[in-house]
C-alpha cells in the first residue's frame, strides 16, 4: 500500500471552504463525546478509563465529537454495523485551554455534525486534559 499523502485532509476540506464554527463562551472544561466500537472501549477500559488509545497507522486524526446525538448516530449506524456488532458512546470532560485549540469542524448538519479534528501525533497531549474518568453512556 502507498503511503497516504499527509494532505488528504486538504484535499476533502479545501482550506477556502468555511466548515468551521468559532467556539462561543466555554468554562473551565468543555464536555465531548466519543462513539466507540467494542475494540477501542476495550482499550479504554485497559487504560482504566482515563484516556484514548493512540491511532492507528491509518488513522490520522482523533475525533471526539461536540454532541450526544451525533456520537449516538455513529455509534448506531456505523460502529454497530460490523462485527462485533456494537456502538458504545462516551462522555468525557477536557480543559477548555486544550479542547479550543482545534477548530469546530462541521462535517454535515451545522447544528449536529460538529467534531474536532485532534492530530494523532497531538493525542497524548489531549489525554492528559481529559477531567476524571471516561464515562459510558449508550450501550
Known amino acids: 500500500m502507498a503511503p497516504r499523502d499527509p494532505h488528504w485532509l486538504h484535499a476533502l476540506f479545501p482550506e477556502n471552504a468555511d466548515r468551521t464554527l468559532p467556539w ?26 482515563q484516556a484514548f488509545p493512540p491511532r492507528l497507522p491509518d488513522q490520522p486524526i482523533f ?12 455509534a448506531r449506524d456505523w460502529n454497530a454495523k460490523t462485527a ?13 485551554e486544550v479542547a479550543t485549540r482545534y477548530e469546530i469542524q462541521v462535517v454535515g448538519s451545522e447544528q449536529t455534525h460538529q467534531e474536532l479534528w485532534v492530530p494523532a501525533e497531538e493525542l497524548d497531549a489531549f489525554n492528559a486534559a481529559v477531567i476524571g474518568q471516561i464515562g459510558v453512556l449508550v450501550s
Open 63 to 74: 475525533y471526539p465529537v461536540l454532541n450526544f446525538a451525533y456520537a449516538e448516530e455513529i
Open 84 to 96: 462485533p456488532w456494537a456502538g458504545f458512546v462516551t462522555r468525557f470532560d477536557v480543559q477548555a
Open 24 to 49: 462561543g463562551d466555554v468554562g473551565e472544561h468543555v464536555t465531548l463525546y466519543r462513539p466507540v466500537g467494542l475494540a477501542e472501549l476495550r482499550l479504554l477500559a485497559l487504560n482504566g478509563w
